[in-house]
């Protein structure tokens, strides 16, 4: 299979444009099963009460906010490598959608910590690197948005997003040693998850939702973007 | 290649030198808003002692970051930068000897004056020599870092502003390792592992920046 053949503006809409309702689909489906399975079958946390469901929305959002962002400088990476047209498109599209799970994952998260921690903001090391995550999502699209040719555009925020990726984990840490009030990470690839079956699968369904979500409205996007540019 | 370092070196101190006042722009924003600080939270000796650090460093970061604008800008306007492109010496150690001159110019007197500015806010002598040093060692990290900013946004609208949203997210490390080494020392830890972290940030900043620079600038030159 040649990899490449997608790899041109006018291949790609068509497929992009059949495969997008798909993912919608099973965003609507996964996201409506993660929802019931969260709010009506997973039992009460025995110490938060109900107001721990909040992370059925929070936790997958902020994986997915941190996630779109390594997407985003893996395809600003191919485009600088392979100078195809493409790359910076996906790029571009996907800024929003993750700047929006970013703030999502604050906003919710500020919401849990009202009844849980008394407050609504903590300068903890996550909500920091979250906020800053926030930061370099919306330097990237400012700078796509005041270069009026679109290849400098497209170029000059891939290296921007391979900086920032490369910061990250360095941000990560800086902040994760500065200061930690943050519960520990409740589901770890090393030791599984510390949590009920049916919250983690009403998680899980919630994050594949998201993800779907995701993909969809970044093809969407994509699509925009091709006939904004090519018109 | 050396010989391409020390005349662009040497260039852009003659350039800085010859408009002193830009120097002195940025070093009199550093004491003011060093200065402002006081007269907005109020005098009290032990609360002005705590936020020291931390206001010290964010006014280093502001006035590093004043002055990035024009790394780039006049060789960019008379068409030096061109010539630099298309030059025999590689375009990363240009690079990286614009952003040593760059910190010359606007980060080397910061660390000379901070101590001034911490007898201004009470901070013990013994913590003098970690925040000198945490500066010394910091800001040639943000010259490197917004150089890449810098080189980005050359010729862009609203470049000032939007440099300022670009780079300011990357330098929270270096604002977090330079603060709290100051921090660690007055709680009687010792800052050097912040201090070493710093160090490290340097060497690695050192190593790669200069490549994302001269990237940046083919990016913006095309």
Redesign the interface.
């Known amino acids: 299979m040649n990899w490449f053949w997608y790899a041109s503006p006018q291949t790609f809409d068509p497929l992009a444009g059949r495969m997008a309702p798909w993912f919608a689909l099973a965003a609507a489906l996964l996201a409506a099963a993660g929802l019931y399975v969260g709010f009506f079958v997973a039992p009460t946390d025995a110490q938060q009460g109900e107001v721990y469901r909040i992370i059925f929305i929070h936790v997958p959002a902020a994986w997915l906010s941190m996630f779109i962002y390594l997407v985003m400088a893996f395809w600003a990476a191919l485009g ?1 490598a392979f100078n195809t047209r493409l790359s910076g498109m996906m790029a571009s599209a996907l800024a929003p959608t993750g700047a929006l799970f970013t703030f999502i994952a604050l906003w919710t998260g500020s919401l849990w910590g009202r009844p849980t921690w008394g407050t609504y903001w903590v300068w903890d090391a996550r909500l920091t690197s979250e906020l ?1 995550l926030l ?2 999502y ?2 990237f699209i ?2 796509q948005a ?3 040719d679109p ?2 555009a497209d ?2 925020g891939a ?2 997003a ?3 990726a ?2 990250i984990p ?2 990560h840490y ?2 994760v ?2 200061n930690t009030l943050h519960q520990g990470a409740s589901v770890s690839v090393t030791r599984g998850a510390s949590m009920q079956s049916q919250m983690l699968i009403a998680m899980l369904l919630m994050a594949l939702g998201f993800w779907m979500y995701s993909i969809a409205v970044t093809l969407v996007r994509v699509r925009c973007i091709m006939r904004e540019r090519e018109a | 290649m050396v010989e391409a370092v020390l005349c662009v070196v040497r260039r852009d101190l003659l350039l800085a030198w010859r408009r002193r006042s830009d120097i002195a722009t940025a070093l009199l924003f550093f004491i003011i808003v060093a200065s402002l600080f006081p007269l907005g939270i109020g005098f009290e000796p032990n609360l002005l002692r705590a936020i020291a650090p931390g206001v010290i460093w964010v006014a280093a970061l502001l006035s590093s970051m004043l002055s990035l604008s024009r790394l780039f800008a006049a060789d960019h306007a008379d068409g030096t930068l061109e010539q630099m492109l298309l030059g025999a010496s590689p375009l990363g150690v240009i690079a990286a000897a614009k952003a040593a001159a760059h910190w010359i110019v606007s980060g080397l007197p910061l660390a000379l004056i901070a101590p001034l500015i911490a007898l201004q806010y009470d901070l013990p002598a013994a913590l003098t020599p970690v925040l000198a040093l945490s500066l010394l060692l910091g800001t040639p990290v943000l010259s490197l870092i917004g150089a890449i900013g810098a080189a980005l946004t050359l010729g862009v609208r609203g470049g000032g502003i939007l440099l300022s949203l670009l780079v300011l997210p990357l330098y929270v490390p270096v604002l977090i390792l330079g603060a709290g080494s100051v921090e660690m020392a007055s709680a009687g830890m010792g800052g050097d592992g912040q201090l070493l972290l710093l160090a490290a940030l340097l060497v690695a900043s050192c190593a790669f920046a200069p490549w994302a620079i001269a990237s940046a600038l083919r990016i913006s030159m095309e």
Do not use: T
Request: hydrophobic share 70%; charged share 15%.
């Open positions: 600088l800053v930061f370099l919306l330097g400012a700078l005041a270069i009026d290849r400098r170029r000059a290296l921007l391979i900086v920032g490369v910061n360095i941000i800086s902040v040693w500065w």
